[in-house]
């Protein structure tokens, strides 16, 4: 069961109505039986155990820490660390095999004669990076007095389990949470606001992502035909495929927790409004780096190694070096710890240094860019500086995503030759003389791709101006509001991309 | 130590972190209104703060404090 199957529009259906039903006090106990029913349908029955163990470390770790005996508190840290790494060991052996496979392979062909597997995944617990990376957050704010440990485990079960995050997050936090606890009055808003978010998360993902989609594979699929601008197309229009994909899956799931009058974090704000790669990043897959800077990023710049590497710099290379060569550091260990999340060599090679080494050259020239921007006299503050910057930053992260859309690391780099060699052979006409269409798609899929990019700046625009475009859609008349919806509807339910068993395809960030 | 004397001290702070002589911070003056105030240098600023106070901030303190205003929360509680 995917969260757009219509399984999962029945079992939210039911789960509405249960659980505005329920008396007040068991709502969250509604919550934890359509987790499990998801749970169930959703993933191997079987690999809930590893939820299991990540709630049971992470309660017994945490509630020995506020009635920890003098004697044990001194040991508090090494309580935390216990927690941490248990979790920590549970994800690398499951979601982590790439990188000790990889290891077993190297051992292998050291030494022929052991017969060790050396192919293969293992099956690993549904949205297991999601929930450990939420477990870990949750030992450190207990650790770290943020948090209060919760009391009842089934509770803190319940924290690790909530379904509609356990596919593709957002990262929560403890604190963030506390809704699942409290019981909710049914709201008409609560269920217009979820049910409208959903609806659009449905069009991100079946109207615009999987028509995207099926241009990128097919000229990917046959490089040696499609060059020229073609892999130009296939790159660029990647970021396009990957947004549609993960934030409209973000809103199914947000959506789906607002029908039970549960706010979760967002993690998408207008990424491609950023003017620079640092701002994009703080606006792309928000909570994953917001956990890695409260973590590790924070932790790793307080640590007495970086504090001293920064008073040493500051001595020997000035305020600037103080500041660039520390801040280096401290942002290659959190990109490293990013692209290892993602669970492969070629997202740490390829995706984190791409973009390590773009914001380190980006700090480092910016004295020179600022001195030449005031020479040239250039402003700002106009429109077309701010969509050239914003072109820019598109440009590179496209670039980047070559590694994630690849599927190794040597073809990414395979891709990025022909990226070069295709310029030799350059076919402007192909925008034009309906080459577009042996891709396997045809006009009508074309318009849709372009009206439903529209609708997306629309929506970024309304972002900006009402906080979400669906207040601005509140403020209309009744028949605007009605007809818009059913529009939407309408398109979904009729060019919406259906799967085998008309369930759409798989999420692009489902596998983390 | 008075909570006026602790945000006298924080301008010095904030001047030295910040490299400019017209900082003048008050109870709620947050990142936003420091330009260069970024994850980086909120992490140079508590280290500064520390070696200004002569104590540790704790972690939770740190990814958790809004303004300046709670900074001097902080401060004077452990100051005491």
């Known amino acids: ?512 | 130590m008075t909570r006026e004397e602790v945000f006298e001290r924080l301008n010095k702070v904030f001047r030295e972190v910040f490299d400019d002589e017209d900082i003048v911070v008050g109870e709620e003056t947050t990142a936003k209104d420091i330009e260069d105030w970024d994850s980086f240098e909120h992490i140079n600023l508590v280290v500064a703060v520390e070696d200004e106070f002569s104590f540790k901030i704790p972690m939770g303190k740190v990814v958790t404090m809004k303004n300046v205003g709670e900074m001097a929360d902080i401060i004077l509680e452990l100051g005491k």
């Open chain 1, 1 to 512: 069961m995917t969260v757009t199957s219509f399984g999962f529009l029945g079992l939210l259906a039911a789960g509405v109505a249960i659980y505005y039903c329920a008396p007040k006090k068991i709502q969250w106990i509604v919550l934890l039986g359509l987790s499990m029913v998801f749970y169930y349908y959703a993933a191997e029955p079987f690999t809930i155990i590893f939820l299991i163990i990540s709630t049971a470390t992470a309660y017994i770790t945490t509630n020995l820490m506020p009635c920890a005996s003098e004697r044990i508190r001194k040991h508090i840290s090494g309580i935390a660390v216990m927690g941490i790494l248990i979790n920590a060991v549970l994800w690398f052996a499951l979601k982590g095999s790439s990188f000790w496979l990889a290891g077993a392979r190297a051992l292998q062909r050291l030494i022929p004669d052991l017969n060790i597997p050396v192919e293969g995944t293992l099956v690993s617990a549904l949205g297991m990076g999601y929930y450990t990376a939420q477990v870990v957050g949750y030992i450190l704010d207990c650790y770290r007095g943020v948090s209060i440990p919760q009391r009842n485990p089934i509770k803190l079960f319940l924290f690790v389990c909530f379904f509609p995050q356990l596919t593709v997050g957002p990262i929560s936090k403890y604190s963030q949470l506390q809704s699942l606890y409290e019981g909710h009055r049914f709201s008409y808003s609560n269920l217009c606001f979820g049910s409208q978010r959903i609806l659009w998360g449905f069009f991100k993902k079946l109207v615009i992502s999987d028509r995207v989609g099926i241009i990128i594979s097919a000229i990917w699929a046959d490089a040696g035909t499609y060059t020229g601008f073609w892999p130009w197309c296939a790159v660029l229009l990647y970021p396009l495929q990957i947004y549609t994909d993960f934030s409209g899956c973000m809103d199914i799931v947000l959506g789906a927790a607002e029908l039970f009058d549960i706010k979760l974090p967002e993690n998408f704000h207008n990424p491609f409004t950023s003017r620079s790669v640092q701002e994009f990043w703080q606006r792309w897959h928000i909570t994953l780096g917001i956990w890695a800077k409260d973590y590790v990023y924070y932790p790793v710049l307080k640590s007495k190694v970086l504090v001293s590497l920064g008073r040493w710099t500051k001595k020997h290379f000035g305020k600037r070096g103080a500041k660039l060569i520390p801040w280096a550091v401290g942002m290659g260990i959190l990109w490293f710890v990013m692209g290892f999340w993602h669970g492969s060599m070629r997202h740490i090679l390829g995706l984190s240094a791409w973009y390590w080494i773009i914001l380190v050259l980006g700090e480092l020239f910016a004295p020179v860019l600022k001195k030449l921007i005031q020479f040239l006299k250039v402003n700002t503050e106009c429109y077309s500086w701010k969509l050239f910057q914003r072109i820019r930053t598109y440009v590179i992260f496209a670039f980047g995503t070559v590694f994630f859309a690849a599927p190794g690391f040597h073809a990414a780099l395979e891709r990025y030759k022909i990226l070069y060699t295709s310029l030799k052979n350059l076919n402007p006409w192909i925008f034009f003389d309906g080459s577009i269409l042996n891709l396997g798609v045809s006009w009508m899929d074309v318009n849709l791709v372009i009206i439903g990019t529209y609708l997306l700046v629309k929506v970024a625009y309304l972002r900006v101006h009402y906080g979400y475009a669906r207040i601005w859609i509140q403020k209309q008349i009744l028949p605007f509001r009605w007809l818009l919806w059913i529009v939407l509807f309408l398109l979904v339910l009729i060019y919406g991309l259906y799967g085998a068993g008309y369930d759409a395809s798989q999420f692009i960030y489902q596998g983390f």
